[in-house]
């Protein structure tokens, strides 16, 4: 951060809110705000949009993931003395990664394209048609800003690399190859059954007693065949834990909270007319929700300023109330209210005690909170998992790939369509929840070594995140990238060969609401409803006066989204 | 575009609606003036075009445009590109009045006729259809267009049936796709096209198909119709076969000129009596066919000696198929001794209703004894009349060697024989569907796969035992319409008729049971039956009647105390003489017109029905009517009886019963029998000796 360019002064110099980051939930709080005609200054140290929700080029994401792996380095210098009036609290970064691992097997390749690669920091992430967060596009206008594709189709994967298609509606049972006639009877009556309690039907309504139960209890009730309750239960539902393993199971899931998921599930189905499936991908990557929301606060008079670290905190003397913020460029920015990216977290000041109102507070707030981690992969192949498919999820519920795997492991591949790579290539996207790194690693490999050819490296240093040294592992590995690069599909097994792949482990925080509101990091969902539920929760918090989005009777946002959702043809 | 509830129209609506009938009427009655005076001027049409985009629906308009092309046409000015830009604009015409309402009848129909005159491009249709077919994927006109366009476009059948597969996969709630598969199949199975050469190398992989969405929505019906067309396909054998025939072969025929049998060793079973000099022979098929006659039929016998025979197709509509035929031999005065041999199909000719062969030449053969006239007996029996009383039935014993003439394959003598292995794909794919819906009745109750699944058995017992005449499933069977009839109350009739014919077929498919429903009347024997048998079928809650391919022996019927409302099918009986109808349920004179057929019907109890009860006659539009041709020229050679007021009022009753050679009728306890109805009776049949157990004059 040395070549930062030369700081130009804000003005004005007092806010009614100041966010820090632009995440997901950041970027909708800085919306909302100022669609409540608050003065909002929406800062970002990155040069681009989206913090830890963003879509970077090849190039930039391990430097990304790199500069938030680990602690500062040594703690700045004060910039100032406390002043008179409010106390100066460092604002530090918090190592939100770990175990990065990027190998490259194919640099020329790669290098040429950099740029074509729009890679999701937080992926696989996908929307349900009828979620929260395509509500909220919809409500706000966002929509305006962005495109989607349908995603094909969803999959789950077994360990002998089998990808079983989920029959999620009506004519997928009807066209699935793989269940036998009594399975797709059982599973249609499921459906039928769950649509008839929705539609509040007496006759099929499902007891209390039964909502209440465990999911797994109740598929269990129905006589559903373990593979239509594998599907249920983690390809329909998403669920993340073993649910039949109570010993593991951190989450398991309420039958009432399976009918919701299946209720999301097919009012996703044939919501909008071109979108084929449940599942919605925007074209360049996930980053663009975030930016539609700034670029949605920006007309409602949002300030932007890209590239402006955050150094301190300007806290009251006397009550240990927020003030303000002190800039890197040394500006120093007031307003009533600040939310803050999960990225950074108060360090006391060095010499001095904080101020004793701030001594209860501050142990609290930079505590480190343990939610696990998620393992993240992304992996680019030049040819697809499904020769005749470009864009689909798979699930491996637990226990699929190996007995100890305790939690899913999704994947979403991603094509060319959806501007995230440059033509001919694929990017995939794989995830699962853990407790450790190792752990983490192993549920991400365990699928890379089911469905890729992963060419041997030479040295495992890979441990180290350099990205010299990255390099400098694939120079040597010019001919299997030569042979990858030219025909890609590899004769011995028809697995698509690994040209490049990046894992890490992501540390999952929650949101604060306390003295300063921060916002959390990418949760291990598949869709993005939890983050909306902080957002509007921080909102509520901040402004517990003001409506989040009103609706404005002039539009008519439902026909805008149906036009909008996806310009396939 | 199905299941959108229909919403009251607001004040707004009617208003506009208002002022488009009266621009609509305004613009009509300019359209009937131009198109009265033949004026075809460019303002005309143009007017005409205007009035089709409001209302699609006006037919007169659209022919009134097809007038004007014709008239475009015959002018001496057009050349080849006008001509194309005239009917251009036809096709433009058809296209909105199409927007206005998609299922136009006229406007699809001109839009053909613009199409054949084959000078228009056809590339555009199937895109347009495209556009039809996504905006309502079921609208039978697209579909029915495009079978026209694809034939037009000589579109071949295996892409068709590839674009219908990938809209069945997009929705299989589609009977228009459905329908228009089974359509291109059959007409790749008729050209015997590859891959389509052998049905029962087609029909499992249908099978599969369909049970794809039968398993996944069994409620969902458009899937059952497709698989009722797949049953049809493996039940129903291209070429008809003859099922059975009366006398059957090897059997002693006893005929008696006029009197009753005198203590002769014939079966009582094959033993009948004859005024008019003639016996009949009856051809009973599997399904109705054409073509019978002298040359496909040929008999040997030493009286008959040009071998010329009527044959008569025993159908009560006019057609000339039947699945009955008749005809009437002739045998001398003189003690006669003789064996007569029928030869079917030997010469080609009988043909099914949809085209194929009888291609399975059989011949059966049997002996004719006739005894002379004995006076005595003759005059004895004039009087007496049949009593349907329980008293006047004992059991029949039958003499141990004594056959009943249940006709059966193999009493034919079938040279062909018939291709097993073509039946073995036919039973095999049956028991496998008996399998496949055995298992979703396992998973779920659901009506239409219990109903499914007891015309599997019935089908598969009727394939699997031709020959062996068992009904392994009937029991299994029954209770599943017994079943339906509970589950399912709204189609209570049909199940239960269903019930009565397997109730039947199970009775007639063993000599054992056949015999314990075979009576004796009374010590003594009637003139009118030289058979003193009688088959009692009463009190069995019987709501239609059935396997009469088995019953063509029977001359005295007792069909009384059932739940009968028609009597469909009973002109196969042709040796018919004592029918008992009594307690039963038919509403009509109409309902008894198969009697029509049986000549030999002399004694015939209708009593304690519900004729006259409803003034709405349900079966009348299956009968003939006065003004019919067929049957007026059969009034007209009565005019005596006709020009009688009485009559007038009773046509139906003489339409039945002119031809009727009844002697006793029994009529009692129905509405419509007053002692005017009855005066009319006896005038329409001079023959009448007792009605309502009266003695006439």
Not at chain 1, 114 to 128: E, I
Not at chain 2, 45 to 56: D, Q, W
Request: hydrophobic letters at 35%; one cysteine or more; charged letters at 20%.
């Amino acid at each position: 951060m040395d070549d930062i360019p030369p700081y130009p002064p804000i003005d004005p110099t007092t806010f009614d809110l100041i966010v820090i980051g632009t995440g997901l939930p950041e970027s909708i709080i800085a919306a909302a705000a100022s669609t409540a005609s608050k003065s909002v200054l929406h800062l970002d140290p990155n040069p681009f949009y989206g913090s830890h929700f963003s879509s970077l080029p090849l190039a930039d994401l391990p430097s990304f993931l790199s500069t938030h792996s680990t602690s500062p380095s040594s703690p700045r210098p004060h910039s100032s003395e406390d002043s008179n009036e409010f106390s100066v609290l460092d604002l530090s970064t918090r190592p939100l990664y770990s175990s990065i691992d990027i190998s490259c097997f194919s640099p020329d390749l790669l290098d040429q394209n950099s740029r074509k690669f729009n890679l999701d920091v937080a992926g696989p992430r996908v929307f349900f048609c009828a979620d929260k967060s395509i509500e909220l596009i919809l409500n706000t206008g966002a929509n305006q800003y962005m495109e989607f594709k349908s995603i094909d189709a969803t999959f789950v994967g077994d360990n002998k690399g089998n990808l079983l298609n989920v029959p999620d509606s009506r004519a997928a049972i009807f066209k699935d190859k793989s269940m036998g006639l009594k399975e797709k009877n059982q599973l249609m009556r499921f459906f039928k059954l769950v649509q008839g309690h929705l539609a509040g039907e007496l006759d099929v309504k499902i007891s209390d007693e039964d909502l209440q139960s465990p999911f797994v209890d109740f598929l269990n009730k129905m006589g559903l065949p373990p593979k239509i309750k594998s599907f249920i239960l983690y390809a329909i539902a998403m669920a993340d834990y073993d649910q039949e393993d109570t010993g593991v199971c951190r989450d398991l899931l309420k039958t009432k909270d399976g009918i919701d998921q299946l209720a999301l599930y097919n009012a996703s189905i044939g919501r909008f007319q071109n979108a084929s499936g449940a599942l919605l991908y925007p074209i360049y990557g996930q980053g663009e929700l975030s930016q539609a929301f700034c670029r949605r606060a920006a007309v409602k008079g949002c300030i932007y300023v890209l590239r402006m670290p955050v150094t301190a905190l300007l806290v009251d003397k006397d009550s240990g109330c927020y003030k303000g913020v002190r800039l890197a460029s040394g500006q120093d920015i007031f307003s009533q209210k600040l939310i803050l990216d999960p990225t950074f977290k108060v360090t006391l000041p060095s010499g001095s005690s904080p101020p004793p109102p701030l001594q209860a507070k501050l142990p609290f707030f930079s505590q480190k909170d343990d939610r696990g981690k998620i393992a993240r992969g992304i992996c680019i192949t030049a040819t697809s998992l499904k020769p005749d498919m470009s864009n689909f999820l798979v699930v491996y519920p637990p226990r699929s790939l190996f007995p100890e795997q305790a939690t899913s492991i999704r994947l979403l591949q991603i094509a060319s369509n959806l501007a995230v790579c440059p033509p001919g290539m694929f990017v995939l996207y794989i995830s699962a929840l853990c407790d450790g790194d190792d752990q983490g690693k192993k549920l991400i490999h365990a699928v890379m070594n089911t469905l890729l050819t992963v060419p041997p490296i030479n040295s495992e240093s890979n441990a180290a995140v350099q990205s010299e040294t990255t390099e400098s592992g694939c120079a040597v590995q010019d001919e299997t990238a030569e042979s990858s690069s030219t025909g890609p599909s590899d004769p011995g097994e028809g697995k698509p060969t690994l040209l490049w792949s990046a894992l890490y482990n992501q540390d999952l925080t929650l949101g604060q609401v306390d003295f300063i509101c921060s916002t959390p990091m990418p949760d291990g969902k598949l869709n993005n409803d939890y983050l909306i539920d902080v957002a509007v929760k921080l909102f509520k918090k901040i402004y517990p006066e003001d409506e989040f989005f009103p609706q404005t009777s002039s539009e008519n946002p439902e026909d805008d989204g149906d036009g909008d959702v996806s310009p396939e043809t | 575009m199905h299941g959108r509830p229909r919403k009251a129209p607001k004040p707004e609506d009617e208003a506009a609606s208002t002022a488009k009938a009266q621009k609509l009427r305004a613009l009509q009655s300019q359209f009937f003036s131009f198109h009265h005076d033949k004026i075809y001027t460019k303002e005309a049409v143009e007017l005409s075009a205007k009035l089709l985009e409001i209302n699609p629906e006006s037919y007169t308009a659209w022919n009134y445009r097809k007038l004007a092309v014709e008239h475009y046409l015959s002018q001496p000015e057009c050349n080849p590109d006008s001509v194309k830009s005239v009917l251009d604009d036809e096709l433009r015409v058809v296209e909105s009045a199409l927007r206005q309402n998609f299922k136009s009848y006229g406007a699809w129909h001109h839009r053909k006729w613009v199409l054949s005159k084959g000078h228009s491009s056809i590339n555009h249709e199937l895109r347009l259809l495209d556009k039809f077919q996504k905006a309502d994927s079921r609208n039978f006109h697209a579909w029915n267009y495009r079978r026209f366009v694809a034939h037009l476009m000589n579109r071949s059948e295996h892409d068709e049936l590839k674009y219908t597969e990938d809209m069945i996969y997009t929705n299989f709630s589609n009977y228009s796709a459905w329908h228009n598969r089974s359509v291109l199949l059959s007409a790749l199975l008729e050209k015997k096209a590859e891959g389509f050469l052998l049905k029962e190398n087609v029909l499992p992989e249908e099978y599969e198909f369909i049970h794809q969405a039968i398993f996944t929505d069994p409620d969902d019906q458009s899937g059952w119709f497709y698989n009722l067309w797949l049953l049809d396909q493996t039940v129903t054998t291209d070429s008809p076969l003859l099922v059975s025939t009366w006398p059957t072969h090897g059997s002693d025929v006893l005929i008696l000129r006029d009197g009753c049998q005198n203590g002769s060793s014939f079966s009582p079973f094959t033993t009948l009596h004859s005024e008019s000099g003639s016996f009949p022979i009856v051809l009973y098929f599997n399904q109705p066919v054409e073509g019978v006659n002298s040359s496909t039929v040929t008999i040997e016998c030493g009286f008959n000696k040009n071998g010329y025979l009527l044959w008569e197709p025993l159908s009560v509509s006019n057609s000339q198929a039947a699945q009955v035929w008749v005809a009437h031999l002739k045998f001398p005065t003189s003690e006669l001794d003789s064996s007569v041999e029928v030869s079917v199909g030997h010469s080609k000719g009988i043909i099914s209703t949809r085209g194929f062969q009888y291609c399975h030449p059989s011949s059966f053969s049997f002996n004719v004894h006739v005894q002379p006239v004995e006076k005595d007996s003759f005059q004895v029996s004039v009087a007496e009349s049949i009593l349907w009383r329980e008293e006047n039935f004992k059991v029949y014993s039958a003499q141990s060697e004594e056959s009943i003439p249940i006709a059966t394959f193999d009493q034919l003598c079938i040279k062909d024989g018939h291709d097993s292995t073509a039946s073995n794909w036919r039973t095999e794919a049956l028991a496998k569907e008996v399998e496949c819906f055995r298992e979703l009745l396992s998973l779920m109750d659901c009506k239409i796969g219990k109903l499914t699944l007891a015309r599997l058995l019935t089908a598969y017992d009727a394939m699997s035992f031709p020959f062996a005449n068992k009904l392994v499933h009937s029991e299994e069977v029954l209770k599943l319409y017994n079943d339906l009839m509970k589950l399912d109350p709204t189609h209570h009739r049909y199940y239960k008729d269903e019930h009565s014919l397997v109730v039947l077929q199970k009775m007639t498919s063993s000599k054992e049971s056949l015999l314990q429903h075979c009576f004796q009347y009374k010590d003594s024997v009637s003139s009118v039956i030289a058979n003193p048998i009688c088959l009692r079928l009463n009190n069995l809650s019987l709501s239609r009647i059935g396997a009469f391919e088995k019953l063509l022996w029977v001359q005295m019927l007792d069909l009384s105390h059932n739940e009968l409302q028609s009597i469909e099918g009973l002109e196969a009986m042709q040796l018919l003489s004592c029918l008992g109808l009594g307690h039963n349920k038919l509403r009509s004179i109409t309902a008894l017109e198969p009697l029509r057929k049986l000549k030999s019907l002399r004694v015939l109890d209708i009593s304690y029905n519900q004729i006259g009860d409803h003034s709405i006659d349900t079966t009348r539009y299956l009968c003939s009517s006065p003004l019919s041709h067929s049957v007026g020229s059969e009034l007209n050679t009565d005019e005596t009886v006709i020009s009688d007021a009485a009559l007038v009022n009773y046509w139906e009753a003489f339409y039945m019963f002119k031809d009727l050679k009844l002697n006793q009728l029994d009529i009692v306890g129905n509405t419509i029998a007053d002692e005017k109805f009855k005066s009319a009776l006896v005038k329409i049949m001079p023959t009448l000796k007792r009605l309502d157990d009266e003695l006439l004059n």
